[in-house]
């Protein structure tokens, strides 16, 4: 079902309307997620535009890519011609060689120089928002420079607004404190609630826009799980309750929930039962996802439902961290494209 301007929220203090599920376009620039086959793999480039195109026929209005996405700032800034008047645009900023974040002169030409090259591949004289990828603490430490890199941004027209994107629960409310951003983007899903903890009050009460992703976590809330190595069993058997439960509440129509209810619909629709988030970042890479992901937007979680996964919440950081599993991940992809 697509969406309409009703289901619309606005991004804080940028008053940006937004769709409450954005496209996010990692994987239409890389490979990425959890290799199962015949779910991983980009998608061609006449595919991913057609993905564009349909995802702004829906309603999808909030687009989210980044510099460290392979070619997909190309890739959309295709598919956009003609319409760029139609997305909420955001892209960020590769601020880190050799594993650090760069310091002084260097990291105010790399900002301005990705910000020329990100512009140029996504055909487009601005963004609405300018992200920082990974902020870290030395970044946040070149607070008063990144400012003025912001700044000099807005007053040449290339930026309409200031984001970070953000790992842990930590260094984004630092950052709002600082008064840096208009936008936070931050990981967030019924596995990981850390940052409802702190940091969306803050942010609210300050006026920043939230902006989550990993609400799938890479593919975890879904059954996709059961393709993680065996070492990360914790995870997988978190992953089998929640969708048992997902099962028994579709097999309870009279409570509300509808019997065709996915895993998938069930994490979206979680966090879009937050109120203080802005929009959900939802990585798709075909058209039938982006189906099924719409249908979440206008999903309404019982209250029994929504209380029993809170229920399945982690703590523990080393499960929650994506990265923390990329060599399995790498590794079970080359086995998977092996001849």
Known sequence: MPMNR???????????????IA????ELGMDYGIPVPGHYGRPSMSAAERLVGAALDNGINFIDTAQAY????????????????????????????????????????????GLESSLHSLQ?????????????????????????VFSQARASGMILWRGGSFYGPDLPLAAVELDLFDTVQVTYSLFDQRL????FPAATRLGVGILVRSVLLQGVLTERADYLPDRLEPLKARSRRFRQLVAEAA????????????????AIAFALAEPRIGSVLVGMRTESELEENLLAATTALSHDLIHELRLLRIDDPDLLNPSNWQADLLAAAKRMHRP
């Open 251 to 266: 097999g309870r129509p009279r409570l509300g929930t509808d019997p065709s209810l996915t895993p998938a619909q069930a």
């Open 6 to 20: 009703s289901h619309y929220r606005t991004l804080g203090r940028t008053n940006l309307s937004v769709s409450p």
């Open 23 to 26: 496209l996010g376009t990692v």
């Open 70 to 113: 392979g070619n997909s700032e190309a890739i959309l800034g295709r598919a956009l011609r003609g319409r760029r008047n139609r997305a909420v645009l955001a892209t960020k900023a590769t601020v880190q060689a050799d594993g650090k974040t760069l310091r002084g002169n260097a990291l105010r030409r790399a900002m301005l120089s």
């Open 124 to 148: 487009t004289d601005y963004v609405d928002i300018w992200q920082i990828h990974n902020v870290d603490a030395d970044l946040l430490d070149q607070a008063d420079l990144v400012a003025e």
């Open 196 to 199: 409802a903890d702190r940091l």
